[in-house]
């Protein structure tokens, strides 16, 4: 199926940011749904012991992503990590509940934050959760670009496939939008608003998810935006299976080779 680079709503500046935060809080309640933990885990682990980092910096943390569920598992391996949540929208408000249940481990940078111009104050391995989809090739590149550029790993992982049952399961989203919107957390007026008086909620999410499911890269399209950015970083790409899911998740990482001997 061919990429298609299309617009998702929550991406234009001019978006109401309630209605943007609600459509990242049903991202965020989907990626505790989907619990997909072992399988970043099974990756993320290894690379933080290539490289040594106990800080990683979250770009596009949207919702909060799926850290509530994920950094406990990481934790089993590395107790003292740290986590810092960092968009170009910040959620600050979904991010705050996250950092009240981990309050040693997760940090808010309340500044906006472009994935391809990352402040070098925000030093740390680098992951993107259900983000990278965002980009057209050029920019998704310039983001790992920047990463090498300051010498910091980056691992981009996507719970989601470019195929067509993949597009049908996203039929379903809004019917679910409706049935769970009041199980989410934080609660929030606005969202119970956006959801059962003006529907934009529901809306977003099965168009977002459309355009998201049709702008996934390919295991093989994500090693191609590696190629020549740097001789001396590991890169990675492929997939990795969830359990009770039809959907295996698509990954990309990278880190500098050099690192352990630098460090020696």
Same mark, same amino acid.
Do not use: C
């Given at each position: 199926?061919?990429?298609?680079?299309?617009?998702?709503?929550?991406?234009?500046? *001019?978006?109401?940011?309630?209605?943007?935060?609600? %459509?990242?809080?049903?991202?965020?309640?989907?990626?505790?749904?989907?619990?997909? *933990?072992?399988?970043?885990?099974?990756?993320?682990?290894?690379?933080?012991?290539?490289? %040594?980092?106990?800080?990683?910096?979250?770009?596009?943390? %949207?919702?909060?992503?799926?850290?509530?569920?994920?950094?406990?598992?990481?934790?089993?391996?590395?107790?003292?990590?740290?986590?810092?949540?960092?968009?170009?929208?910040?959620?600050?408000?979904?991010?705050?509940?996250?950092?009240?249940?981990?309050?040693?481990?997760?940090?808010? *940078?309340?500044?906006?934050?472009?994935?391809?111009?990352?402040?070098p104050t925000l030093a740390g391995f680098r992951t993107v959760f259900a983000a990278l989809h965002h980009f057209p090739?050029?920019?998704?590149?310039?983001?790992?670009?920047?990463?090498?550029?300051?010498?910091?790993?980056?691992?981009?992982?996507?719970?989601?496939?470019?195929?067509?049952?993949a597009l049908l399961a996203i039929l379903f989203a809004p019917t679910l939008a409706y049935l769970l919107t009041p199980f989410m957390r934080p609660f929030r007026w606005s969202r119970l608003f956006w959801t059962y008086v003006i529907p934009?909620?529901?809306?977003?999410?099965?168009?977002?998810?459309?355009?998201?499911?049709?702008?996934?890269?390919?295991?093989?399209?994500?090693?191609?935006?590696?190629?020549?950015?740097?001789?001396?970083?590991?890169?990675?790409? %492929?997939?990795?299976?969830?359990?009770?899911?039809?959907?295996?998740?698509?990954?990309?990482?990278?880190?500098?080779?050099?690192?352990?001997?630098?460090?020696?």
């Amino acid at each position: 199926m061919r990429r298609y680079q299309l617009v998702e709503l929550e991406d234009l500046p *001019w978006f109401p940011r309630s209605i943007r935060d609600a %459509g990242t809080d049903y991202l965020q309640f989907a990626w505790q749904a989907v619990r997909p *933990w072992q399988a970043i885990a099974s990756k993320l682990v290894p690379a933080l012991a290539a490289t %040594g980092d106990r800080r990683l910096v979250d770009l596009g943390a %949207g919702g909060g992503g799926p850290w509530r569920g994920l950094l406990p598992v990481l934790q089993q391996a590395y107790p003292d990590l740290q986590v810092t949540l960092t968009d170009r929208y910040p959620n600050l408000a979904a991010w705050q509940t996250i950092q009240q249940d981990f309050p040693p481990a997760v940090h808010t *940078w309340p500044d906006s934050v472009a994935a391809a111009a990352v402040p070098p104050t925000l030093a740390g391995f680098r992951t993107v959760f259900a983000a990278l989809h965002h980009f057209p090739p050029s920019e998704a590149r310039a983001i790992l670009a920047d990463a090498v550029r300051q010498r910091q790993g980056i691992a981009a992982f996507e719970a989601g496939q470019r195929r067509p049952l993949a597009l049908l399961a996203i039929l379903f989203a809004p019917t679910l939008a409706y049935l769970l919107t009041p199980f989410m957390r934080p609660f929030r007026w606005s969202r119970l608003f956006w959801t059962y008086v003006i529907p934009a909620g529901p809306f977003i999410v099965l168009w977002d998810g459309l355009v998201s499911t049709l702008r996934m890269y390919t295991p093989a399209e994500l090693r191609d935006l590696t190629v020549g950015l740097a001789d001396d970083y590991v890169w990675d790409s %492929g997939e990795v299976p969830i359990p009770y899911s039809p959907i295996p998740m698509t990954y990309l990482m990278g880190y500098p080779a050099s690192i352990r001997q630098e460090d020696a």
